[in-house]
T-cell receptor
Framework: DGGITQSPKYLFRKEGQNVTLSCEQNLNHDAMYWYRQDPGQGLRLIYYSQIVNDFQKGDIAEGYSVSREKKESFPLTVTSAQKNPTAFYLC??????????????FGEGSRLTVL | AQTVTQSQPEMSVQEAETVTLSCTYDTSENNYYLFWYKQPPSRQMILVIRQEAYKQQNATENRFSVNFQKAAKSFSLKISDSQLGDTAMYFCAFMKEDFGNEKLTFGTGTRLTIIP
């Protein structure tokens, strides 16, 4: 079945460690997104990518990095520079240029806890 | 920058009743799209309904309908004949028309509980 797979589902990290969250899609979508979800703050955009080898910062990019070497993959690295990394992270994808029909398709999310 | 405001953090309603969730947004754009997403306890985000700003007719999807007031920048969601499966977080979202550079801005969400 087509969809978006995020892994791991749960991740624990010690302070000072970098961690990479995986996001893979087989929907043949060009655009991919990373959102962070915190209680009471909704979803906030971290990074997004419209095509391979290109990506843009979202509203809260500090302390995060991404790469887009393949159309199917958009991994997110949470670096030690992110001051408050404990959160729920959602990856999404869509076909660009079709905002009126191009709904976002979401993965099931990754819960990161910093110990 | 666009902002989306959901002023009701939590709501509850009896099963089979009708409930309306509020959403307002701020933008200087003329061409844009609005969405309601549902996030059940499983955390999987699902699109409920979408509205194109250039359409005057309110969107409807079965028991879900919107009241889109462009001048007031208001986009409320009405759920009729509510069911237990409607229990979820509901997020209002905005996307401006920007070919090849679309991104969604979300509100803070409304937690809806359907009471049996």
């Amino acid at each position: 079945d087509g969809g978006i797979t995020q892994s791991p589902k749960y991740l624990f990290r010690k302070e000072g460690q970098n961690v990479t969250l995986s996001c893979e899609q087989n929907l043949n979508h060009d655009a991919m997104y990373w959102y962070r979800q915190d209680p009471g703050q909704g979803l906030r955009l971290i990074y997004y990518s419209q095509i391979v080898n290109d990506f843009q910062k979202g509203d809260i990019a500090e302390g995060y990095s991404v790469s887009r070497e393949k159309k199917e993959s958009f991994p997110l690295t949470v670096t030690s520079a992110q001051k408050n990394p404990t959160a729920f992270y959602l990856c999404a994808s869509k076909t660009p240029g079709q905002a009126n029909t191009g709904e976002l398709f979401f993965g099931e999310g990754s819960r990161l806890t910093v110990l | 920058a666009q902002t989306v405001t959901q002023s009701q953090p939590e709501m509850s309603v009896q099963e089979a009743e009708t409930v309306t969730l509020s959403c307002t947004y701020d933008t200087s754009e003329n061409n844009y799209y609005l969405f309601w997403y549902k996030q059940p306890p499983s955390r999987q985000m699902i699109l409920v309904i979408r509205q194109e700003a250039y359409k005057q007719q309110n969107a409807t999807e079965n028991r879900f309908s919107v009241n889109f007031q462009k001048a007031a920048k208001s986009f409320s969601l009405k759920i009729s004949d509510s069911q237990l499966g409607d229990t979820a977080m509901y997020f209002c979202a905005f996307m401006k028309e920007d070919f090849g550079n679309e991104k969604l801005t979300f509100g803070t969400g409304t937690r809806l509980t359907i009471i049996p």
